[in-house]
């Protein structure tokens, strides 16, 4: 009869166990991966941790069950003890690194911001011509908030909806001088405008410029948007509200701005060369600097305005309000103020030379060395004004209907008048 070494056959068996233990612990780890990996909702990072915290509790249960085996087996074979347990050893640190690997794997599938992107700067472009507007506002507002995490994204950006503008709101001069003030800018544009107006200038390049010409952006809301150095030549801007709103060195030339709203708007060394600023409110605006000669600014309110410095060559002023304006050093030659008013304003070494002031009201101004060379200054109001010499009405153009502060008469050549 065949005899057994009751030491091998214990021993082969230990190992059975042994293997036995590491293939249950593999498929396990396997039935945990799989179950996380198939739940929805849960981030990569969480699903992770979960597994990872699933793992070393089942690492800790096989573990357990192994030494006992282990122990039990101690007094027969002390060599295949040692064996086994260098087996499920490299068992275990062959499970742990394949789950290393799945973690690293899993944060490789992440995509970089650098990868983000620009992914999502060709979807926002390419939503933009989409026939939906909502989906337009859409990629307007993606196109905003990129512009803010990319800076060298930013001014593409601006110029890309500069062009949406120009593209899709262009001037119509049919309908330029249409009064009733009843064509309601499209909501895409003035979603466009508002991010442009809003967007952080400091990130602007230098010398490069928003370009705006020839747009109709009739009825448009610019409250407080930053528009320096903009180019709106030929743009019909009627009705807008610029309240607030920088304009300070923006080209405005040959612009219709008539009935706009300016109030405290910064228009300083702005360009308005032939713009038509009819009825446009202006009250404590800044103009200092800015040029607007040939400008039509027929009853223009100005009044507490700085036009420190601004020339206004030839412009139409008639009717216009400019009481307790800044008009130190403005150049108003050839200009036409008829009936203005200009009461309470400061027209120290203004150059008024052949502008014709009939009818306007200079009360109290102050007209310190201001020049009135050839100027026409019939049916004018000038009671009360400081520092009004003789000399300077002498160069003047005047008749008999000219009011005079009390403390001057009338030059001998304007009662002939």
């Given at each position: 009869?065949?005899?057994?070494?009751?030491?091998?056959?214990?021993?082969?068996?230990?190992?059975?166990?042994?293997?036995?233990?590491?293939?249950?612990?593999?498929?396990?780890?396997?039935?945990?991966?799989?179950?996380?990996?198939?739940?929805?909702?849960?981030?990569?990072?969480?699903?992770?941790?979960?597994?990872?915290?699933?793992?070393?509790?089942?690492?800790?249960?096989?573990?357990?069950?192994?030494?006992?085996?282990s122990a039990n087996a101690y007094y027969i074979s002390k060599?295949?003890?040692?064996?086994?347990?260098?087996?499920?050893?490299?068992?275990?640190?062959?499970?742990?690194?394949?789950?290393?690997?799945?973690?690293?794997?899993?944060?490789?599938?992440?995509?970089?911001?650098?990868?983000?992107?620009?992914?999502?700067?060709?979807?926002?472009?390419?939503?933009?011509?989409?026939?939906?507007?909502?989906?337009?506002?859409?990629?307007?507002?993606?196109?905003?908030?990129?512009?803010?995490?990319?800076?060298?994204?930013?001014?593409?950006?601006?110029?890309?909806?500069?062009?949406?503008?120009?593209?899709?709101?262009?001037?119509?001069?049919?309908?330029?001088?249409?009064?009733?003030?009843?064509?309601?800018?499209?909501?895409?544009?003035?979603?466009?405008?508002?991010?442009?107006?809003?967007?952080?200038?400091?990130?602007?390049?230098?010398?490069?410029?928003?370009?705006?010409?020839?747009?109709?952006?009739?009825?448009?809301?610019?409250?407080?948007?930053?528009?320096?150095?903009?180019?709106?030549?030929?743009?019909?801007?009627?009705?807008?509200?610029?309240?607030?709103?920088?304009?300070?060195?923006?080209?405005?030339?040959?612009?219709?701005?008539?009935?706009?709203?300016?109030?405290?708007?910064?228009?300083?060394?702005?360009?308005?060369?032939?713009?038509?600023?009819?009825?446009?409110?202006?009250?404590?605006?800044?103009?200092?600097?800015?040029?607007?000669?040939?400008?039509?600014?027929?009853?223009?309110?100005?009044?507490?305005?700085?036009?420190?410095?601004?020339?206004?060559?030839?412009?139409?002023?008639?009717?216009?309000?400019?009481?307790?304006?800044?008009?130190?050093?403005?150049?108003?030659?050839?200009?036409?103020?008829?009936?203005?008013?200009?009461?309470?304003?400061?027209?120290?070494?203004?150059?008024?030379?052949?502008?014709?002031?009939?009818?306007?009201l200079l009360s109290t101004a102050n007209l310190q060395d201001?020049?009135?060379?050839?100027?026409?200054?019939?049916?004018?109001?000038?009671?009360?004004?400081?520092?009004?010499?003789?000399?300077?009405?002498?160069?003047?153009?005047?008749?008999?209907?000219?009011?005079?502060?009390?403390?001057?008469?009338?030059?001998?050549?304007?009662?002939?008048?």
């Open positions: 009869m065949k005899t057994y070494d009751m030491s091998f056959i214990k021993t082969n068996g230990v190992t059975s166990l042994l293997v036995f233990i590491s293939i249950i612990f593999i498929f396990s780890a396997t039935l945990i991966f799989s179950l996380f990996e198939s739940i929805e909702g849960f981030p990569n990072q969480e699903k992770i941790e979960y597994i990872n915290q699933a793992l070393t509790t089942l690492a800790i249960i096989i573990g357990g069950l192994a030494l006992i085996t060599l295949s003890l040692d064996e086994n347990q260098s087996l499920l050893t490299q068992l275990l640190d062959g499970m742990l690194a394949w789950d290393k690997n799945i973690v690293t794997g899993i944060n490789n599938t992440q995509p970089t911001p650098e990868e983000v992107v620009p992914e999502r700067f060709c979807k926002a472009i390419e939503q933009l011509g989409n026939e939906k507007i909502e989906t337009r506002f859409a990629a307007i507002y993606t196109l905003e908030q990129i512009a803010k995490d990319s800076q060298k994204d930013h001014w593409t950006i601006m110029e890309i909806l500069a062009a949406f503008i120009r593209e899709n709101s262009p001037v119509n001069h049919e309908y330029e001088n249409n009064s009733q003030g009843s064509s309601k800018l499209p909501t895409d544009i003035q979603t466009a405008l508002t991010v442009i107006g809003r967007r952080d200038a400091y990130k602007d390049p230098v010398n490069q410029k928003l370009d705006l010409r020839n747009t109709d952006l009739r009825n448009a809301d610019l409250t407080k948007a930053n528009l320096f150095r903009a180019i709106f030549v030929g743009a019909n801007l009627q009705w807008v509200n610029f309240t607030r709103a920088n304009l300070s060195e923006a080209d405005l030339s040959l612009t219709n701005l008539s009935s706009s709203i300016l109030y405290e708007a910064n228009l300083s060394k702005a360009m308005l060369p032939e713009a038509n600023l009819q009825g446009v409110v202006l009250r404590k605006a800044n103009i200092s600097k800015a040029i607007l000669y040939d400008a039509n600014l027929e009853g223009a309110i100005l009044c507490d305005a700085n036009l420190q410095g601004a020339i206004l060559c030839d412009a139409n002023l008639q009717g216009a309000i400019l009481c307790d304006a800044n008009l130190f050093e403005i150049n108003f030659e050839g200009s036409n103020l008829q009936d203005a008013n200009l009461i309470g304003t400061n027209l120290q070494r203004a150059k008024l030379a052949g502008a014709n002031l009939e009818g306007v201001a020049n009135f060379h050839e100027a026409n200054l019939s049916r004018a109001n000038m009671s009360g004004c400081e520092n009004l010499e003789l000399q300077q009405i002498e160069q003047a153009i005047g008749d008999r209907t000219t009011i005079l502060p009390e403390n001057l008469n009338i030059p001998q050549h304007w009662q002939a008048i």
